[in-house]
């Protein structure tokens, strides 16, 4: 599958549900939030047919996402069903880490592959305050959950935002020294919430960079995780376990070679993760009509690249929508 660009897509994230166990400051508002209507959300039954029918056209890797993933009852069944489907090669998750400790092992002998779990504090007020919601919730007790089932790699996304989690980089970075984890700084992309702060919460990648080696010395280029699809570049403070990335929506665009599609819990197919550039699918699919026509549209319209540094994210209110 290839788009009107020539790049190779063979990448889709699934967004299994719109609601969520945390209300992030960058990511839902605090309430008022209208949940989609349960008839509106795909079933894990069409999910798996729009998967089934991509497949052939190169689908090989998948990343279930949300919302949060893990409050949808029922995901291991649906890890299952995706990993009977035979050309798919790698099933990922990204979830807040909340229910991890419980779900690990389900979720890896279900044919989980690996795991990113955003965590943008390790301090307990802290996590409470970004997250709007106190569930008590440990990352480091989650992601070794994670380790110890067996999902390879880990990755912890922090979201950087000016004064509010800037000071914990450091401790951050210091969790890859003894373990196996890669920790990803992100940008903060200023939607939601926060779009009427334009940039100025936004801590530019560099920066994060200079506080880790004024810390802990010239960080090493590290070829990162080996199975990884996306946008991160990865270095390694010397001699440690895990390494860090930085994803820089904002400093650099890395739409060039963007290899991924998106689709909402409500079938809608996104080619770009900010914009209106999407084709619905769900009414398609419940009316037996063949989904690869409907592909083929969408990616011969998926744009060059997006138009954030233009402040221009279409119609997007969070990216809770989308999945991150
Ligand atoms: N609930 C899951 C989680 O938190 O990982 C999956 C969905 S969440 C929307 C996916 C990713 O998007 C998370 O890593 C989150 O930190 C990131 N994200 C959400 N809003 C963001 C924003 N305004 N700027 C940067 N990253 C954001
Ligand atoms: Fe929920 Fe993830 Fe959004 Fe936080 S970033 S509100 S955990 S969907």
């Known amino acids: 599958m290839r788009d009107q660009f020539g790049r190779s897509i063979e990448y889709l994230r699934i967004s299994v549900t719109d609601r969520c166990n945390f209300r992030c400051i960058y990511c839902m508002p605090e309430r008022g939030i209208s949940w989609l209507p349960k008839p509106q959300i795909l079933s894990y039954e069409e999910i798996v047919e729009v998967v089934r029918q991509l497949a052939p056209l190169g689908l090989r890797r998948l990343r279930i996402t949300g919302g949060e993933p893990t409050v949808r009852p029922g995901l291991a069944g649906l890890i299952r069903q995706l990993r009977a489907v035979p050309a798919i090669e790698d099933i990922a998750l990204s979830t807040n880490g909340v229910k991890l400790p419980q779900m690990a092992e389900e979720l890896r002998a279900a044919g989980l592959d690996r795991v990113n779990m955003s965590s943008d504090s390790l301090r307990p007020t802290r996590i409470a305050e970004i997250a709007r919601r106190d569930l008590s919730f440990d990352p480091v007790v989650a992601a070794t959950a994670a380790t110890a089932a067996g999902l390879d790699p880990v990755k912890i996304n922090v979201v950087v935002i000016r004064g509010a989690n800037e000071d914990e980089v450091e401790d951050f970075a210091a969790l890859t020294v003894d373990r196996p984890w890669h920790v990803r700084f992100i940008e903060l992309m200023p939607v939601g919430d926060l779009a009427g702060t334009e940039f100025s919460r936004v801590v530019p990648s560099a920066e994060v960079l200079a506080r880790i080696a004024a810390r802990f010395g010239p960080l090493e280029h590290a070829e990162g995780p080996v199975r990884g699809n996306g946008p991160a570049t990865y270095?390694?403070?010397?001699?440690?376990?895990?390494?860090?990335?930085?994803?820089?929506?904002?400093?650099?665009?890395?739409?060039?070679?963007?290899?991924?599609?998106?689709?909402?819990?409500?079938?809608?197919?996104?080619?770009?993760?900010?914009?209106?550039?999407?084709?619905?699918?769900?009414?398609?699919?419940?009316?037996?009509?063949?989904?690869?026509?409907?592909?083929?549209?969408?990616l011969a319209n998926k744009p060059r690249e997006h138009e954030l540094l233009k402040l221009r994210v279409g119609g997007l209110k969070a990216l809770s929508e989308i999945g991150g």
Not at 263 to 289: F, I, M, Q
């Open 235 to 298: 270095q390694r403070i010397a001699g440690a376990a895990g390494s860090i990335g930085v994803i820089t929506p904002l400093t650099h665009t890395y739409c060039d070679s963007c290899n991924r599609v998106r689709l909402t819990a409500d079938g809608r197919l996104r080619t770009c993760l900010y914009g209106d550039h999407e084709v619905n699918l769900r009414e398609p699919l419940r009316a037996g009509v063949p989904l690869a026509p409907l592909f083929a549209e969408a």
